[in-house]
């Protein structure tokens, strides 16, 4: 009888351990149920709701799009983030990204426990328990990860609650882009299209398995792991991803064994506002696009004005990256060595004054003066830092380290910034843009040799003197009022108009260049290619300037232009923009059409805000057209522009170098116009095919600074070669489709236009006319 006691005793005491555990195991279920459901209440703070979990907030880059699919750059603050949907992820990728951070990402619901109850009991050291989806949570709602315990256990709740809402709202193939989108590889690249782009040069898409490896293995820590300043590292740790690759039988020994050995390869090109293809054209497009902000009609359904550095707009634009990419080309390659005959020049022993020609001491100090006044640095001590003029002007005057532009590359100087402004004005500059006649798409826009270094834009900005590029404007309001043909004839001698004929207050007796007149009887032909002045001074005689300047106008060319003689020769101001464009309607049969840069715009999820709507006008008949276009091929037949053709030989081997990729060789119909102004301070080139019309401006920032003679100094040497490059560069790119067809021909043309029954032409030799106007 005494036993019993005892057993019931150890009975009660081993029960009472059993309770005790599934009370503290059920009361730690259900305290981890109370913590899940305070945190979706809100709790510990606020949670996101179901409308952000539909349409995560994310910062995207606005994408400016070419007419081939490329992207030429884009407009973001800080977050350069562009999203690809998950089927443009090459499979490699995402089986590197699951075998990597998450081997059981299909399995769970957003939390893994296996990999979470690893995590507790060994205390990390196997391993962490975040899954992609945890993860994506991190990145999308915790903005900074708290420092004490107590925080971090409770962020990590929140991120669980989140996670596992992700899942429920959200694709596994959706969480993989989205993560893959968000996390940010250093050097600005945002989310894994940015990635590919800076590190790779190429689309998500085109990605090796080894360099899917390595952008995956730079999610443990892009700062770390960075391939730029971490080879080694990121070399070590790239392989582990392959390792874990082959471990999940996404990869053979043998090919993961063969990717190991292989070394990181980059092509490494930051995406910067300043560099890259098309800066030009980007920066003029980021001012349209600010204005089309601000107008009203262009609103978010909430009212809300557009940002284009956040909202992830799509700009379809009609530049051709390819053309593009050939123009940039041409540029350099002609600049480049064009500079360097400019550069000799003017060394200290041939130009005491150089850059400049032509002025004495005060007005280069004039010039200098307004340089610096007109400078970043000026306005920004006085603007930004408040500086007196006294403490500015100072400063110009102190040497300070800085990089400069030089041909070959940029190079660190030492260099007062007054003296640094006097060696930028050393550097010719170039405008240059090509544009479909037919529907006004501007293929090419070059604003410039270097945006980081040279940011005016000279072909939407900068106006010049258009020299004998205006002829053809003369002549066309003569062909279209007077019904006159190329194969007209009229006496190359000196032609005055009386004072006050035309608003010209004093006689205007225009010279041809050199100063002497043949005497003989030129078609009007001949005198286009020649760019003979006496001949156009003749035609707005007996047209009149106002009605030229009528017909200018019509042509979208909006410069001021006074309705007098000279205007005959060139001397109003033009733009590269409103040239291409007035030209566009010779080859266009008559009907001019608006330069059109932009086709449409989308939002991010692809709706379209805007689409472009072609503005024509009739401007001319086709008859007038055609002829004009028929004149102007004399140019590159016989004429200033002849050069294009293997006809002149330039025995001159240094001259040889300048006119960059002579011979040309060009055999197709082309129209064109050379342009010189007086002492060569700009030179032109506008040349055409039925297809593509290309205007070229060369010259210095400041009148004064220009070549000493023609021979360098004229449109055909400054400006010509680049069309002649660029155009061979585009020729032999089949696929782009540029015409070496004729110009096409009005089925009732009553002009005469075959001058070959016409009396021999004279040879430029025999001419003897260097292409300028005064």
Request: charged share 25%; glycine share 8%; hydrophobic share 35%.
């Amino acid at each position: 009888m005494g036993k019993t006691p005892v057993k019931k005793e150890k009975k009660q005491g081993f029960g009472r351990y059993i309770k005790w555990f599934w009370g503290l195991f059920f009361g730690g279920v259900l305290l981890v149920v109370l913590l899940f459901l305070l945190a979706s209440w809100g709790a510990f703070g606020t949670m996101p709701t179901f409308e952000i979990l539909e349409n995560p907030q994310t910062n995207l880059a606005t994408e400016i799009i070419s007419s081939d699919g490329k992207t030429l750059g884009k407009y973001y603050l800080n977050d350069n983030r562009t999203p690809v949907a998950y089927d443009e992820l090459p499979d490699h990728l995402v089986k590197a990204l699951v075998a990597t951070e998450d081997e059981r990402f299909y399995e769970h619901s957003g939390i893994d426990a296996q990999g979470t109850l690893r995590a507790v009991v060994f205390l990390g050291r196997k391993g962490g328990a975040s899954t992609i989806t945890q993860q994506l949570a991190k990145q999308l709602f915790t903005e900074q990860v708290a420092n004490n315990i107590v925080a971090r256990v409770i962020q990590k709740i929140k991120e669980w609650v989140i996670a596992i809402r992700l899942e429920r709202q959200y694709t596994k193939e959706e969480i993989i882009s989205m993560y893959l989108n968000i996390y940010d590889f250093g050097y600005r690249a945002d989310g894994i299209r940015s990635a590919s782009r800076i590190y790779f040069g190429k689309e998500p898409r085109d990605l090796k398995t080894e360099e899917s490896a390595m952008l995956v293995g730079m999610l443990k820590n892009s700062s770390l792991f960075n391939p730029l300043k971490r080879e080694e590292l990121t070399w070590n740790r790239r392989n582990v991803v392959l390792r874990q690759m082959e471990k999940n039988d996404f990869l053979t020994k043998e090919v993961k064994d063969s990717l190991q050995q292989l070394p990181i390869k980059l092509n490494f090109s930051a995406e910067s506002h300043r560099e890259g293809l098309a800066t030009y054209f980007r920066m003029y497009l980021q001012n349209f696009l600010k204005k089309w902000t601000e107008d009203s009609k262009n609103r978010k359904p909430n009212g809300d004005k557009y940002n284009i550095y956040l909202d992830g707009l799509k700009v379809y634009t009609t530049i051709d990256s390819r053309m593009q990419r050939y123009a940039e080309e041409a540029v350099s390659e002609h600049m480049k060595k064009l500079q360097a005959e400019f550069f000799h020049q003017n060394t200290p022993d041939r130009n005491k004054t150089a850059p400049f020609l032509g002025l004495n001491q005060e007005e280069i100090d004039a010039t200098m003066e307004r340089a610096m006044k007109q400078s970043d640095r000026w306005r920004k001590m006085r603007d930004k830092l408040g500086k007196s003029e006294k403490e500015i002007r100072a400063s110009f005057k102190e040497k300070a380290e800085m990089t400069v532009f030089t041909w070959d590359g940029e190079k660190d100087t030492i260099m007062t910034p007054m003296d640094s402004i006097r060696y930028y004005k050393f550097f010719l500059r170039t405008g240059m843009m090509s544009m479909e006649p037919q529907t006004g798409h501007v293929r090419a826009w070059v604003g410039g040799i270097n945006y980081k270094h040279f940011q005016y834009d000279q072909v939407k900005q900068g106006a010049r003197q258009s020299g004998s590029t205006f002829k053809p404007f003369v002549y066309a309001t003569a062909i279209d009022q007077l019904h006159m043909s190329p194969c007209d004839k009229l006496p190359d001698v000196q032609h005055c108009i009386e004072a006050n004929k035309y608003g010209n207050l004093t006689p205007w007796c225009p010279k041809n260049s050199n100063g002497k007149y043949t005497g003989k009887m030129m078609t009007l032909k001949e005198a286009l290619a020649n760019s003979v002045n006496t001949i156009t001074a003749t035609l707005i005689d007996k047209v009149g300037p106002v009605p030229v300047t009528q017909l200018v106008r019509s042509l979208g060319i909006e410069s001021d232009i006074p309705p007098v003689p000279s205007i005959a020769l060139g001397t109003p101001d033009f733009t590269v923009y409103e040239m291409v464009g007035a030209y566009s309607t010779f080859a266009n049969q008559g009907v001019y059409v608006k330069p059109v840069m932009i086709t449409r715009i989308e939002d991010k999820n692809g709706t379209v805000l805007f689409e472009s709507v072609p503005e024509t006008k009739d401007v001319m008949s086709e008859e007038v057209a055609y002829t004009t276009v028929k004149l102007m091929e004399g140019v590159t037949e016989s004429g200033s522009g002849a050069r294009l053709r293997n006809k002149w030989a330039v025995n001159n081997t240094l001259y040889k170098e300048v006119i960059t990729g002579y011979p040309y060789e060009f055999t197709n119909p082309i129209a064109g116009k050379t342009g010189t102004t007086q002492n060569q301070s700009d030179g032109w080139f506008m040349g055409m095919v039925p297809n593509l019309v290309t205007g070229v401006w060369v010259g210095g920032e400041d009148r004064a600074v220009h070549f000493r003679s023609i021979t360098y100094g004229q449109g055909a040497t400054m400006a010509l070669p680049i069309w002649g490059l660029y155009m061979r560069k585009c020729y032999k790119d089949k696929e782009l489709g540029i015409s070496t067809e004729d110009f096409r021909k009005p089925e009732n043309l009553s002009i005469e236009i075959d001058c070959s029954k016409v009396s021999e032409e004279h040879t430029p030799e025999e001419l003897n006319f260097e292409e300028i106007d005064f």
